[in-house]
């Protein structure tokens, strides 16, 4: 079985806040958390995202899941150093 292409990302929402999450198509989850439509997450939608900070493709869903639960469980500093380093 061929599987899709999976992304683990994290968005910076308008209060500073961070959010990780995964998917299989990066760009229509950015536009359903960016809109706050029905399908947005329910973090999004009462904090508003603003911007798309870091993502990471992975080839299978386990690999995504296992790389947003250690983010996850990262302290804030330390997934801001992330950003910061992703953005160099």
Same mark, same amino acid.
């Given at each position: 079985? +061929?599987? *899709? #292409? $999976?992304? &683990?990302?994290? =968005?910076?929402?308008?209060? +500073?806040? =961070?959010?990780?999450?995964? &998917?299989?198509d990066l760009e229509r989850r950015m536009k359903e958390h960016f809109s706050q439509n029905e #399908?947005?997450? #329910?973090? &999004?939608k009462r904090h508003k995202a603003k911007k798309l /900070? !870091? !993502?990471?493709? *992975? *080839? +299978?869903r386990k690999a995504a899941s296992k790389l947003e $639960?250690?983010? #996850?469980?990262l302290s804030k500093a +330390?997934? /801001?150093a992330i950003i910061k380093i992703m953005q160099i």
């Open positions: 079985m +061929n599987e *899709s #292409k $999976y992304f &683990t990302y994290i =968005l910076r929402c308008t209060d +500073n806040t =961070l959010y990780t999450g995964i &998917t299989t #399908k947005c997450a #329910k973090y &999004t /900070e !870091a !993502a990471w493709t *992975s *080839s +299978n $639960y250690y983010i #996850k469980h +330390n997934k /801001e």
